[in-house]
């Protein structure tokens, strides 16, 4: 009797969990489907074709909007991961009481929605003379992935046992070759982690290069604001495949390196571990 | 070496390692997240020629402004509330699953949050479109007349909201689920609770901090979007969002910019303290529970000694 509800108990989860995925994926598989599809306006029958993936490769806008947002993206990604990490070793290992100050800095710059953070930012580059500019946009990006970036890297940290880097130091390495034979290695994967994550935010964020990238200058995200609006367009369908398929190889680093992207979004999103058991 | 100059030298040493550690990112964050808040506020009190409250009076005369303040904000009520009704099942689901199969499901999971959302927007576009594969399923079941979608009205854009926040809510409560043992719904169970009972005095008072970080999560950006409504909203669909957008990209006013700012942001940050005194009512209230509450507590102490 209790085997057959708790048979019924792990058919209701499956299907509420099929089910919510298909929500989730519908409109994406839809997109997918379309990219193949011969027909100007999406309508069916269904008629394969890689025409879409050609006119995308021959269209100079989207190429170029398309390795914009890559520089940008990595640029930014460098940048989180140098200044990000450092300042997380800072945070853990020299001055831990400057650690409130700093968690409510990086919390601020994701609780202010974007859109204020973005007008606010644009106004201080106004004052200072830069105004919109691919520096702004830079610097606008850096600050809403840095959350992210030391956010995954402090965890790590915290949790690395202080004995391994002492016994190095009392295997007679310096304190230096200490930081770099067994701590570094030791963060590497939390570090690429939150790069990769800073990568994904700054590919992604409309708001901020909305509000800061010159006129006229469109990455990838401006790029499909602007095309949108004129309705169905069978070459973005080809794109959005590609970029969709980069997101899962993405996810799958993001998996192995730091153990999931849940843990990459908890630190931020949910209830701080360290307070969650009383 | 006289001692002052040892000293002077390492606390020299220690200012260059911090400037150098720390530097880039505090000089980032007061410039870049403190001066703005600063300035908008600034820019809100300062005309042209000086200071005045002409801004602020604008904002509070104006028949049009306030309560497309309070359409947003209940907008985002209404999406966050769906996104919970929705994410919690599988949320739920998936925290029961083998841990092994977890990373994998939570993965597919977060695939659409973080593919880039002008994607998604235009996916929703397309779906939902006259004539679109949605509408024409529909058609072909007799529900709705194929030709005719809901796209560019408002439902479009909390159809849209909902979609777009739905992984993160699923993410955050598939993790507090998680922390719920199996053990301590069958111990209610056993003492005699029922489903509802289960649900009620175990599983719920246990979310209920997750279910505001989501909360917090989903309603500040909803309360802030923009896009969203431009795209998919129709004439009827515009948002506060979109007036605070207009006034840089279109109108070129930066002082109602500020003033519509400094309003929203205030709003969001009430609704969040609400959150937050609710959070820590609900929490006291559970814990008082815990102990024993007014009703039992006699014997519970003596059962917890």
Redesign the interface.
Known sequence: MSAVTSQGRVL???T??VL??G??????A??VL?SFNASRY???PFEFTLRWYTELFGRGDLFVATRRSILLSTGTALASAL??T??S???VR??PR?LPV?SA??L??V???????G??????FQ?LGIGRSTSAVF??S??TS?PYQ?FIVLARLRALDPSLEEAARSLGASALRAQARVVVPLISSAVLGGALMAF?IT??N??IQ??LMPFGVRT??LE??TL??TG?KPD??AL?TL??LA??V???AL?RLV????RT??PV???RPDR?RD | MTGPAIATRASARTFL??A???G???V??????????G??AF?SLIGVEGPTLAGWDRLADSPILLPLLGKSLRLATVVTVATCI??W??GW??S??ASRHR?V????????Y??????????????I?P???MM?ALGALGLADARSSFLYTPRATTVMLV?EH???M???L???SE?IPDRLLEAARSLGAGRLAVLRRVVLPLTV??LA??F??VF??V?????EAQ?LGGPDGLLF?NV??DQ??RVND?MM??VL?LT??TA?LIV?GLLQALRRSVGTFVRARRHGGPVRSGRTRVLAG
Not at chain 1, 111 to 117: G, V
Not at chain 1, 119 to 124: F, H, N, P, R
């Open positions: 209701v989860r499956r509420t969990i919510t995925l929500l989730l994926f519908l409109p994406l839809v997109i379309l999406g309508t069916l200044i990000g450092s300042v070793v800072w945070l020299h001055r400057a700093v800095g990086l601020s710059a609780t202010i929605p974007w859109l204020i953070l007008i606010g930012m644009l106004t201080v004052t610097l606008g850096l600050v840095l030391v994904t590919f992604n409309f708001v909305y509000f990838l995200p499909i604001y949108v609006r169905y973005i369908n959005s970029v969709l997101t899962v993405l996810i799958v998996q153990g999931g992207v849940q979004v908890r999103a949910g209830p969650g | 390692r911090d150098v550690l720390a880039p990112v505090v980032l964050l007061a410039v870049l997240v403190a001066v703005p808040l300035l908008l820019r929705l994410a099942p599988a689901a998936i029961r699953t990373p499901l939570l993965g597919l999971v977060v695939v659409p973080l593919t880039s959302y002008l994607l998604l927007i235009y996916a929703v576009l397309v779906l479109a004539g679109g594969p024409s979609y739905l992984p993160i699923i993410i955050v598939a993790a507090a922390r901090p997750s970080a989501g917090a999560l500040v950006p309360a802030g979007s923009f896009v795209i969002g605070i957008a840089v990209t930066p910019a500020a700012s929203l942001l969001v969040l």
